[in-house]
Nanobody
Framework: QVQLVESGGGLVQPGGSLRLSCAASGFTLDYYAIGWFRQAPGKEREGVSCISSRDGSTYYKDSVKGRFTISRDNAKNTVYLQMNSLKPEDTAVYYC??????????????????WGQGTQVTVSS
């Protein structure tokens, strides 16, 4: 069974850090670009970051550049999103998604094949 499972969300104070994990089962991530998306209450889902399948090229939404870092460990079939200097506006449900594209680039505008169930991130004092 193909599955993506996010973990690592929680409640953190402004300025704090969290590391989200996205673990794949039922398929190997080697040939897949991975994206992280988020959806805040009352807002549309937005792409936050992605990482390519071939060379690990990355993309970040402007508002998270310099604060978030995406990485992948193909041996563990897992992708991570390290989030530092968190702000209240980062509060959302975070989802990871996978799309089979063997490129040296990634895009959050692609139509992703598999999605996780999401993990809640709340940044509040």
């Amino acid at each position: 069974q193909v599955q993506l499972v996010e973990s690592g969300g929680g409640l953190v104070q402004p300025g704090g850090s969290l590391r989200l994990s996205c673990a794949a089962s039922g398929f190997t991530l080697d040939y897949y670009a991975i994206g992280w998306f988020r959806q805040a209450p009352g807002k549309e889902r937005e792409g936050v970051s992605c990482i390519s399948s071939r060379d690990g090229s990355t993309y970040y939404k402007d508002s998270v550049k310099g604060r978030f870092t995406i990485s992948r460990d193909n041996a563990k079939n897992t992708v991570y999103l390290q989030m530092n200097s968190l702000k209240p506006e980062d509060t959302a449900v975070y989802y990871c998604a996978a799309v089979r594209k063997l490129f040296n680039l990634c895009s959050i505008t692609w139509s992703y094949d598999y999605w996780g169930q999401g993990t809640q991130v709340t940044v509040s004092s």
